[in-house]
């Protein structure tokens, strides 16, 4: 089992819908979690952390997190052409301060 | 302010040649960490280094050593280059002491003939 597992996609909604990102993670003593977008052929960029349950909102993006479920989320409402990339889903342990990845998804928002 | 800065940016090794990847932050972060980015793979940990002077395995660490130099430093050795290792490398820095997010640099896009 994959320390963080994200589905690859890739996700296609059309211009101006709501997209949703899903992440699990196996570490439970894991206690900050990262949403980073990737354009093609560029360096991940911080999109929203989250470090609480509930949900943390930051413009279009909103992040939720469930510690008891193990699982992370991403919304992007009204979604746009220049939201296309990939998103990964990034977990730290705490304990060592490993920093682990899931395979990123692809998301397509079309025009 | 650099930020994470990464040489070289391309690199073309034959097999069984060995090279250093340089990373180097001025952030004052105290971790660092390498990974490599296959496609469709994500970004997979290499080798990390929680703090100046220690160093551990990550996901993916077999054909590569690793050496913090000094709080600033962090770099990566390719003893001896197979194929297998061609793969974009990225270099990223935090302090998760902190709960700050990671800072990338700008890639090497390393290939192995």
């Known amino acids: 089992q994959k320390e963080v597992e994200q589905n690859s996609g890739p996700l296609s909604v059309p211009e101006g819908a709501i997209a949703s990102l899903n992440c699990t993670y196996s570490?439970?003593?894991?206690?900050?979690f990262f949403w980073y977008r990737q354009y093609s052929g560029k360096s991940p960029e911080l999109i929203m952390s989250?470090?609480?349950?509930g949900d943390k909102e930051d413009g279009r993006f909103t992040a939720q997190l469930n510690k008891a479920s193990q699982y992370v989320s991403l919304l992007i409402r009204d979604s746009q052409p220049s939201d296309s990339a990939t998103y990964l889903c990034?977990?730290?342990?705490?304990?060592?301060?490993?920093?682990?990845f899931g395979s990123g998804t692809r998301l397509l928002v079309r025009p | 302010n650099a930020g994470v800065t990464q040489t070289p940016k391309f690199q073309v090794l034959k097999t069984g040649q060995s090279m250093t990847l340089q990373c180097a932050q001025d952030?004052?972060?105290?971790?660092m960490y390498w990974y490599r980015q296959d496609p469709g793979m994500g970004l997979r940990l290499i080798y990390y280094?929680?703090?100046?002077?220690?160093?551990d395995k990550g996901e993916v660490p077999n054909g590569y050593n690793v050496s913090r130099l000094n709080k600033r430093e962090f770099s990566l050795r390719l003893e001896s280059a197979a194929p297998s290792q061609t793969s974009v490398y990225f270099c990223?820095?935090?302090?998760?002491?902190?709960?700050?997010?990671?800072?990338f640099g700008q890639g090497t896009r390393l290939t192995v003939v």
């Open positions: 990223a820095s935090s302090d998760p002491g902190l709960g700050t997010e990671a800072f």
């Open positions: 570490d439970r003593g894991s206690q900050s």
């Open positions: 989250i470090y609480s349950n």
């Open positions: 990034a977990v730290n342990q705490d304990s060592s301060y490993k920093l682990i």
């Open positions: 952030m004052n972060h105290n971790s």
């Open positions: 280094s929680a703090s100046e002077g220690t160093t």
